[in-house]
């Protein structure tokens, strides 16, 4: 797809700067080599958790940091996950925390404790390379989490090829992450009004704009019609490329379009929306003021999207009357 001076540039979750060393995660002693090495920088999952620090003073690239660390001694029983090096030939190693049963072992109920954050509460601070970081380590851990055991003859798989690979123990079959791509667009009338949609299960006042997943057999482009007819029931007239950003929860990547149409007349469907509504720019202003009408958050392209056609972002908005 080509770009253009619409396209949307530095999403939040879209700017990893590692080099993915790709040759390097055939050999099979790589991770022992890497965790043996003390310039190695470990950043450790824990549940949908990693641990952050505030920078020292005033830095241009994020006001967050992962708290990376050297490699320990229970490394070498956890999964690890070659992640990528830096320009200097620093190695990256994701790490992922003990997690009894299968649940979340994280040792915080409140998020802030020891300054272990979730992806949506740290993504937009972190600078590109601990953004890349978070994003990759946290998809490849749900990957594995979701696919211990081989969908061909059930028996246990283990992991192979610096953690971005599967192999099955019995039949020696390979498995590889699985990444779901999913459309999301605006939808704008002849009015210049802006379509936003309430998912079934979300609460009062949280609005976005529509999406769904790309069905196999399926363009892009297409699956942003077929979204749009079937969760509003009006068709579009064209989409254009926006951009795309991985959206980690699980294992998703999202394709941004902006689309057009001359229909207005809705009808929802009610399994997928309790309500969708077209509003003007100014109105969407004052119900961001009065706080009648949520964002998505400030790491979504789905917020970029609508900051596109508002014209300013959601901040700048709100902090005029705060």
């Not at 690239?61 to 070498?76: I, K, M, S, V, Y």
Request: hydrophobic fraction near 40%; proline fraction near 7%.
């Amino acid at each position: 797809m080509a770009l253009t001076d619409e396209t949307l540039a530095d999403l939040a979750l879209s700017r990893s700067s590692l080099d993915r060393v790709a040759f390097e995660r055939r050999r099979p002693e790589i991770i022992r080599e890497l965790l043996d090495d003390p310039h190695t920088r470990v950043a450790e999952v824990r549940g949908d958790r990693m641990r952050v620090a505030a920078q020292g003073g005033p830095s241009p690239d994020g006001a967050l940091a992962l708290a990376l660390r050297a490699p320990e001694h229970a490394d070498r029983g956890r999964l690890a996950l070659l992640l990528g090096r830096d320009p200097a030939g620093t190695a990256y190693l994701g790490v992922v925390g003990d997690e009894p049963d299968g649940q979340d072992a994280s040792p915080v109920d409140d998020p802030e404790v020891d300054g272990w954050l979730t992806m949506r509460q740290a993504g937009e601070a972190l600078c590109p390379r601990d953004a890349g970081v978070f994003t990759t380590a946290l998809a490849l851990a749900n990957w594995h989490g979701a696919h211990r055991f081989c969908p061909r003859c059930g028996a246990p798989t283990e992991p192979v090829e610096g953690g971005w690979v599967r192999r099955c123990e019995r039949d020696g079959s390979e498995h590889y992450p699985r990444t779901d791509p999913a459309v999301i667009m605006s939808v704008v009338d002849p009015d210049d009004r802006l379509l936003l949609g309430r998912g079934a299960h979300w609460p009062e006042g949280r609005f976005s704009v529509l999406a769904g997943f790309v069905e196999p057999g399926e363009s892009f482009e297409a699956a942003v019609a077929r979204e749009v007819a079937e969760e509003v029931g009006i068709a579009i007239d064209g989409a254009r490329y926006l951009g795309n950003q991985p959206w980690p929860f699980p294992s998703s990547v999202m394709i941004g379009f902006a689309a057009t149409t001359r229909q207005t007349q809705l009808t929802i469907d009610p399994v997928e929306m309790a309500e969708a509504r077209w509003v003007e720019r100014e109105e969407y202003r004052v119900l961001l003021r009065d706080g009648s009408i949520r964002t998505p958050s400030g790491i979504s392209i789905a917020k970029r999207i609508i900051e596109r056609w508002l014209g300013q972002t959601v901040e700048s908005v709100v902090e005029r009357v705060s």
